[in-house]
């Protein structure tokens, strides 16, 4: 069984007077189900009590691949980035406290690994490391509707917004624009990018106060770490795959 998770700990929000006093108080492991039988179903954990199970939300019906999920603390929402069996990108948002879904919408041309602004108001949406258009959506939160595209390069997935900002994001694309890690400044959308890696780009992660990336690079026997302040990748030592 396949799993996509997020950790999501819930503390003090402006949902807070609406939450169980579990769910208000404690640290809860969401996992999106995966599983042929169970697909797109989230199953919730206590984290404090050994990760038992305290519930599985059923969703909805006809999720084929999850892509990405991203929550606020702030607004008690959680969203899911899914295709559906008929191959159309779309994202949910859940109401965490209510386990109720306030909207389900189809997001052109694709979804992948999205993620939200600190305040919960949107998300930006990646339009999928397999399709071709050159932009990511910025979706508002509240409705799914998409209020903004930001251009760089094709290919879009894995996106990331720590709450020390800027918004992060990476692309397969194979014109050389794949070897980039994007900065989208959340107030003006100006993309700047940090690089050449030695690769296109995977799976990375940002410290807490934007100083340092760390990425997964193909072709590559470990990873590239770069100084997010001067640019400049500063792995010692690289390893080719042979």
């Known amino acids: 069984m396949a799993l996509l998770f997020i950790l999501y700990c819930l503390l003090a929000s402006t949902a807070e007077a609406a939450a169980p006093p579990l769910e208000r108080n404690g640290a809860l492991l969401y996992a999106v189900d995966e ?38 603390a702030v607004t008690g929402k959680l969203y899911v980035a899914y295709d559906d069996v008929s191959g159309i990108g779309m994202v949910y948002c859940l109401n965490i ?22 305040d919960g108001k949107l998300l930006y949406v990646p339009t999928g490391e397999g399709g071709s258009a ?22 879009s ?17 194979n014109d050389g624009s794949g070897k980039y890690l994007y900065l989208v400044d959340p107030k003006s959308y100006a993309v700047s990018r940090v690089g050449p890696f030695s690769g296109i780009l995977g799976p990375y ?38």
């Open 97 to 118: 406290y209510t386990d109720t879904i306030l909207w389900n919408r189809p997001i052109s041309p694709g979804v992948d690994r999205l993620a939200i602004n600190p």
């Open 35 to 72: 599983a042929a039988n169970i697909r797109g179903s989230i199953s919730v954990y206590d984290i404090a009590a050994e990760h038992r199970l305290i519930k599985t939300i059923r969703t909805l019906p006809r999720v084929s691949d999850v892509r990405g999920v991203a929550a606020s």
């Open 134 to 155: 050159d932009y990511i959506n910025v979706v508002d939160a509240a409705t799914g509707e998409a209020v903004r595209k930001v251009y760089f390069s094709n290919r």
């Open 205 to 242: 992660a940002v410290d807490s106060a934007t100083n340092y990336v760390v990425n997964n690079v193909t072709n590559l026997w470990g990873m590239q770490v770069a100084n997010l302040k001067t640019g400049q990748i500063i792995t010692a030592v690289r390893h080719q795959r042979l």
């Open 157 to 173: 997935h894995d996106t990331l917004y720590p709450i020390s900002g800027p918004i992060f994001q990476e692309t397969k694309a």
